[in-house]
């Protein structure tokens, strides 16, 4: 038998077997096939599911709370209170100082309302309304519309007459009992409220009674009304084609919020990108509009979240850093970073990222990568190097808890150590660093390193050696441009802000030039130095392109742009690509510490370092591992040494010959490693054929002299 979906050929129509499926699914007892034609065995039918149709089942995000937010934290139901209090106090002032302003008002008005009131009383009782009737019927000589417009008129005037006067008289009954009965304050009180109505009446008309308590400028509370004008301005919705409100419009924190369907059809992206059409239609400054798409598991392409603050948030100082008294961070953990446009605190967690901060001279950049580094020096298990090629005071502090401090471009002449030289070094430190960690992480078992990562408890071990690292470069870009050292300082910290957050060494790097700081080799690996940064923070800059090149590519299309940051908007920023669903890419205007907070913060930091046994380096009297006071090497002269007569070598040999010269240099470079840093001298390893380390000749990866020399000679100078 056919399926009967199959297409008809002219066949027999055979019908399905009448017995359950069940009995045909024991293939012993079917029937022997006896003709040629196989008939295949009977599908079952599906089975129906019924569901109740009047069940409607709906996704959890579509429920709305039971409390408002409001209601449900304390932090929002104080500024909620708050905000009320204010409102109400502001107003019962306001008006209240202005009663004798108002009470001569009422009296100077009073006449012309009894007049306005009298000639109203007037139009009624003679029918003026109906007047234009009969006189278009005079003009038009139409005598039989007059005559019953006239008789109309006669009886309505009757009528109404009549009402009046009995009005009046009741008027002055209850007048003359209420002056016997009522006591004397009930009487003027009855008497001014009659007189009060008569001012309100008698009004200039286009003018309120009261005087305006507040700048009309703005909305004084959102409504949709307002929301819909707004978005009908920027061309986001049209009347036929309406936006609805998912919520009604209601307080949060300092402001008012909505959230809201666009238009099907209109992504949540183009009312990000129209912001300040949106606040043009508001009647607010752009600074006071924050729009922001929905996210998470489930929802809608064009739900957006509206909120509208009462004054730019970013003039508002968030306050003095929690850290001032905290006693101690724990930075596995989220610490206090700063508020957002709403007020609510910011945590941030800077494990396993690298943070760029960028922005214009004198909007923050320091102080901002600074607070990063003093949350640090209050966990006494992460090793502070600090380098601050700029040399302001700022970073004083940190001489009581860093591992190493270096401020400057030039040879300290107390310590003899050139800082961008001592960089160099460093960096080539912790690229082995974090080559050992890795190689230490895969020889434990999984039940040390779950995750295949360091784990708090491997790093607060003092016996295993791989406490948190935190290189901080102030003006980094310094680094990239420097004469001398500036094309391996480009190698190395490109890699190593690649490879070092997954073992614990982080990087926090602060720039003024985000943008291009060259051409050539020095400029690509500045921008990929900068773009390895997962986390970044930028201040106001002079334009959309410099803020994107600080943000990241695509910050511009979700409506996050530095240059439309305030001047006075100092230590306010964006950040973005935190990595914690818990702060999403916004505006945080950062806590401050000045220049005493950060030195009572360091003090504190040092007594727990010394209460841990942790201090160490520079902050315990010790000098950097390496001070050199004649010229530094160079590794294109030390290759010139060792290859000697060779005209070329295998890179596995030349690294032995390295290693043999100079073990505290080049102890452990592989051939790969040679190649890398070769790189920046335009010096490219190639097959040569040459000797290998057993003495046999072979074609391998190698250097030529000729490129040694052809790259630099071999003085004393270093890398260039």
């Known amino acids: 038998m056919r399926s009967p979906f199959a297409k008809s050929t002219g066949g027999e129509l055979v019908p399905f077997p009448t017995r359950p499926p069940a009995e045909v699914e024991d293939s012993d007892n079917l029937p022997a096939v006896i003709d040629a034609e196989v008939m295949p065995a009977a599908i079952p039918a599906p089975v129906a599911t019924v569901e109740p149709i009047d069940l409607v089942v709906r996704r959890a995000a579509d429920y709305r709370p039971v409390l408002p937010g409001w209601a449900k934290d304390v932090a929002e139901l104080r500024r909620a209170l708050r905000w009320l209090g204010r409102f109400a106090g502001h107003r019962a002032a306001f008006h209240g100082v202005r009663v004798p302003l108002y009470l001569g008002r009422t009296l100077a008005y009073a006449p012309r309302g009894a007049l306005r009131l009298m000639v109203v009383l007037n139009r009624w009782a003679f029918d003026v309304e109906a007047a234009e009737l009969r006189w278009a019927a005079v003009a038009a000589k139409d005598h039989k519309s007059y005559m019953n417009l006239s008789r109309q008129r006669n009886e309505r005037v009757k009528r109404r007459l009549t009402v009046a006067m009995v009005v009046a008289v009741l008027a002055l009954v209850v007048l003359a009992v209420a002056s016997v009965v009522l006591s004397g304050a009930l009487l003027v009180a009855t008497l001014l409220s009659t007189v009060a109505g008569l001012g309100y009446a008698g009004r200039p008309r286009g003018r309120g009674f009261l005087s305006s308590a507040a700048d009309r400028r703005g909305p004084v509370r959102l409504t949709q009304d307002i929301v819909l004008r707004a ?137 901002v990568a600074r607070l990063a580094v003093l949350a640090a020096a209050l966990d006494p298990d992460v090793r502070l190097l600090i380098f601050d090629l700029k040399g302001s005071p700022d970073w004083r502090p940190f001489r009581h808890v860093a591992h190493e401090l270096h401020q400057g471009e030039d040879v300290d002449p107390d310590t003899g150590v050139d800082p961008v030289g001592r960089l160099l070094e460093v960096a080539r430190e912790l690229r082995a660093e974090v080559n ?77 030039k985000p943008g291009s700081i060259g051409a050539g080799k020095v400029n690509d690996a500045w921008n990929t130095y900068r773009d390895n940064h997962s986390c970044r923070f930028g201040l106001r800059v002079g334009s959309y392109t410099v803020s994107e090149m600080i943000l990241g590519q695509g910050a511009y299309g979700e409506g996050l742009d530095c240059s439309t940051l305030p001047e006075a908007a100092k230590g306010v920023g964006i950040v973005r690509g935190t990595g914690d669903v818990a702060v999403p890419a916004g505006t945080v205007r950062t806590y401050l510490v000045d220049g005493k907070g950060a030195e009572v913060i360091c003090q504190r930091g040092r007594q727990l370092r010394e209460q841990a046994g942790t201090l160490s380096g520079m902050a315990a009297g010790e000098q950097p591992a390496e001070v050199e006071s004649g010229p530094r090497r160079s590794l294109l002269a030390d290759l010139i040494e060792v290859i000697g007569a060779d005209e070329q070598a295998h890179s596995d040999v030349l690294c032995s010959r390295l290693a043999e010269s100079s073990p505290e240099v080049y102890g452990g470079w592989r051939p790969e490693q040679l190649a890398a840093a070769l790189k920046p001298h335009s010096v490219a390893t190639r097959q040569v054929w040459a000797k290998g380390t057993d003495g046999a000749p072979a074609n391998r990866r190698g250097v030529a002299r000729a490129d040694l020399y052809a790259a630099g000679r071999p003085s004393g100078g270093a890398d260039s």
């Open 231 to 367: 978005f009908a301005a920027a061309g986001l919705c049209k009347a036929d084609d309406p936006i609805a409100f998912a919520t009604p419009c209601h307080r949060d924190g300092d402001g008012w919020r909505v959230i809201l369907d666009l238009p099907y059809g209109t992504p949540a992206k183009k009312a990000v990108l129209k912001r300040a059409e949106i606040a043009s239609g508001l009647d607010v400054l752009a600074g006071q509009v924050f729009i922001a798409a929905e996210s998470g598991a489930t929802g809608s392409a064009r739900r957006i979240e509206l909120w509208v603050a009462e004054q730019d948030p970013t003039t508002v100082p968030a306050g003095p850093s929690p850290l001032l008294t905290a006693s101690g961070v724990n930075f596995w953990q989220a610490w206090p970073f700063g508020v957002d446009e709403r007020g609510r605190e910011i945590k941030l967690c800077l494990l396993w990222l690298s943070m760029v901060v960028g922005g214009l001279p004198r909007m923050g950049k320091s102080f």
């Open 436 to 512: 050992r960690r890795n190689r230490v992480l895969r020889t434990l078992p999984a039940s040390d390193v779950p995750e295949g990562k360091l784990t708090e408890r491997l790093c607060r071990a003092r016996h295993m050696g791989m406490p948190l690292v935190l290189l901080f470069l102030d003006e980094v870009h310094r680094a990239f441009t420097h004469r001398e050292f500036g094309a391996e300082l480009a190698e190395e910290l490109s890699d190593l802000v690649r490879v070092g957050p997954s073992v614990g060494v982080m990087v926090i790097s602060a720039t003024q």
